[in-house]
T-cell receptor, first 114, second 113 residues
Framework: GAGVSQSPSNKVTEKGKDVELRCDPISGHTALYWYRQRLGQGLEFLIYFQGNSAPDKSGLPSDRFSAERTGESVSTLTIQRTQQEDSAVYLC????????????FGSGTRLTVV | RKEVEQDPGPFNVPEGATVAFNCTYSNSASQSFFWYRQDCRKEPKLLMSVYSSGNEDGRFTAQLNRASQYISLLIRDSKLSDSATYLCVVNIGYGGATNKLIFGTGTLLAVQP
């Protein structure tokens, strides 16, 4: 597609349940990022994938969070045993290649944990 | 100390005004600098990159002072459509496993008719 696609756009889940968020980057974009934005706050870096290199997981807030990416395609962010503080918009971004700074964001998944 | 700091605002200005936003960053190894714009409940979108020599794009002028670790954005002749949150963004690292954008919390601009 023309842009970064994220699904679902909205997710309401009960505390303690697991959720899986999906990101389809722009075709050919080698780098993919996940960010989190809590209401009224800035973007927090979560994880970065670049080609076949080991991902930079330094932003994942706890071991309940994990992410995978198959090659240079789809990525999934999984949150296990969700907590209310996980409520946020989860944004995915991709960029064409190393050295290119044209990050394109998806419209995000709004996660609400009740 | 936050890696990227901005005045959260809000900046309430009349149409046609000139408004300036400032930003400081703490990591002297930062490589690249940007201003992003985020509309309410939307994803951030790149407004402009910031170069050491300063750069201009229409009504928008960006400046970088590496010695002071300071970035600015000037908007001239403000329009109602400029109302948004402006995010100061720094790229940490270049190449290898670490290459990520660090976002400031943003400055809210409200242009009044």
């Amino acid at each position: 597609g023309a842009g970064v696609s994220q699904s679902p756009s909205n997710k309401v889940t009960e505390k303690g349940k697991d959720v899986e968020l999906r990101c389809d980057p722009i075709s050919g974009h080698t780098a993919l990022y996940w960010y989190r934005q809590r209401l009224g706050q800035g973007l927090e870096f979560l994880i970065y994938f670049q080609g076949n290199s080991a991902p930079d997981k330094s932003g994942l807030p706890s071991d309940r969070f994990s992410a995978e990416r198959t090659g240079e395609s789809v990525s999934t962010l999984t949150i296990q045993r969700t907590q209310q503080e996980d409520s946020a918009v989860y944004l995915c971004a991709s960029r064409p290649r190393e050295g290119a700074f044209g990050y394109t964001f998806g419209s995000g998944t709004r996660l609400t944990v009740v | 100390r936050k890696e990227v700091e901005q005045d959260p605002g809000p900046f309430n200005v009349p149409e046609g005004a000139t408004v300036a936003f400032n930003c400081t960053y703490s990591n002297s190894a930062s490589q690249s600098f940007f201003w992003y714009r985020q509309d309410c409940r939307k994803e951030p979108k790149l407004l402009m990159s910031v170069y050491s020599s300063g750069n201009e794009d229409g009504r928008f002028t960006a400046q970088l002072n590496r010695a002071s670790q300071y970035i600015s954005l000037l908007i001239r002749d403000s329009k109602l459509s400029d109302s948004a949150t402006y995010l100061c963004v720094v790229n940490i690292g270049y190449g290898g496993a670490t290459n990520k954008l660090i976002f400031g919390t943003g400055t809210l601009l409200a242009v009044q008719p």
